[in-house]
């Protein structure tokens, strides 16, 4: 028997160590990391670039950073990097929400975030009629793509062009 999951590719890959996957609070899924589909759309309608892939199942979304000017530690290591960067002491981790990893000194340097960030979604997170809603939206020119400004290659389940074949009747 096969645990629910909420990942289509956690389902296909049949990796369940640790559970079937969830929506993390900061609405991404835990096995893939893709964004909602809910969040997609509201995305896409909010006029938010989308930047095509060379993967059929994938395309990068940049949209406004809600963190934008506040100062949070991305990057660690463990020697100081550069002159700018501060030891991670209990209360930098406390001033910065940063959680410390494994043993030993670890230096940071906290900086602002971005006005915009990029974010994954993955196509085989939405279900028919959230195909629908993509393929609507994408022929009626309400997607905004980034260069080159087309997909350079389809999602998965959209085809572009002419029928293959047309059945010819004797
Ligand atoms: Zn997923």
Redesign the pocket.
């Known amino acids: 028997m096969t645990a629910e999951t909420i990942?289509p590719?956690?389902k296909a890959d049949g990796f369940y160590l640790g559970g079937p996957?969830t929506w993390r609070d900061n609405g991404t899924?835990s096995?893939?990391g893709?964004m909602t589909p809910e969040r997609f759309f509201e995305c896409v309608e909010a006029g938010n670039e989308l930047v095509p892939t060379d993967k059929n199942y994938k395309v990068y979304v940049r949209h406004p950073n809600p963190l934008a000017g506040q100062m949070t530690i991305r990057s660690s290591a463990n020697f100081q990097v550069a002159s700018d960067w501060i030891e991670a002491t209990p209360e930098v981790c406390e001033q910065y929400g940063w959680k410390p990893y494994g043993d030993g000194p670890h230096w940071v340097n906290p900086s602002p975030e971005g006005p915009t960030e990029t974010s994954k979604f993955?196509f085989y997170?939405l279900d028919e009629a959230g195909m629908h809603r993509f393929i609507e939206l994408l022929n009626g020119k309400r997607m905004k793509l980034a260069y080159p400004g087309h997909f350079y290659v389809p999602p998965f389940f959209v085809r572009f062009g002419a029928p293959a074949e047309t059945a010819k009747t004797p």
């Open positions: 990942c590719r956690q996957a899924c096995y893939c893709s993955y997170h």
